[in-house]
């Protein structure tokens, strides 16, 4: 099962900030927290991810509480083109394998209204 | 860079028949993973691999297998098709060493008759 929890759909207009919620309440100290979105019939693309600290790239901003049981992506000037389902995803490390396995759940249907 | 290319982009087989989707990727990443997905669902990991000659199994292996003969390749094969495997098929790789994002193929959709 996914360790997050997020809405199933959220409305933005187009042009405004898009803030995505996301908890994770069972995270453990040394997972990550990962942003991906999927865009119709196309495959995952990933946006952003963070530990502790909030993180800013060219896509979005990843906000982590200070507890670290929840996050916010935000996406600054929403566009058409934005209109996707995003996963919030809590990495697993698997130690036997040596590799991280992301579990994605239902994710958020982020619709951008003109 | 293509990045993560996979073949076909669409089948269509009948119950009890065989294939292989096809995933190569050319950014000499370690690690490969196999995922499906149903509709309306999130994915879920089929296999994956952490280099030439190691695969294991993700949380829905059963009804495939895999290899992974060369770092660039990791095909995925039904052997005796069945109705529930119809699903779209997304091959990942990613380099693997610490925290690192997974890129995505266009996906493979098959549908079982």
């Known amino acids: 099962d996914a360790k997050t929890t997020q809405p199933p759909s959220m409305d933005c207009a187009e042009g405004r900030a898009a803030n995505l919620p996301c908890n994770h309440s069972t995270i453990s100290g040394n997972e990550y927290v990962y942003w991906y979105r999927q865009i119709h019939s196309q495959g995952p693309q990933y946006i952003i991810h963070g530990l502790k600290n909030n993180e800013t790239n060219e896509m979005a901003s990843l906000i982590i509480t200070e507890d670290r049981k929840s996050s916010t992506l935000i996406l600054p000037h929403a566009t058409l083109r934005d209109t996707a389902v995003y996963y919030c995803i809590v990495d697993r490390w698997d130690s036997g394998a040596g590799s991280y396995q992301l579990t994605f759940g239902k994710g958020t249907k982020l619709s951008v209204i003109p | 860079n293509a990045g993560v290319t996979q073949t076909p982009k669409f089948r269509i087989l009948k119950i009890g028949q065989s294939m292989t989707l096809q995933c190569t990727q050319d950014?000499?990443?370690?690690?490969m993973y196999w995922y499906r997905q149903d509709p309306g669902m999130g994915l879920k990991l089929i296999y994956y691999s952490v280099g030439a000659g190691i695969t294991d199994k993700g949380e829905v292996p059963n009804g495939y297998n895999v290899s992974r003969s060369t770092t660039e390749d990791f095909p995925l094969r039904l052997e005796l098709a069945a109705p529930s495997q119809t699903s779209v098929y997304f091959c990942?790789?990613?380099?693997?060493?610490?925290?690192?994002?997974?890129?995505f193929g266009a996906g493979t959709r098959l549908s079982v008759l």
């Open positions: 950014m000499n990443h370690n690690y």
């Open positions: 990942a790789s990613s380099m693997g060493l610490g925290v690192t994002s997974q890129y």
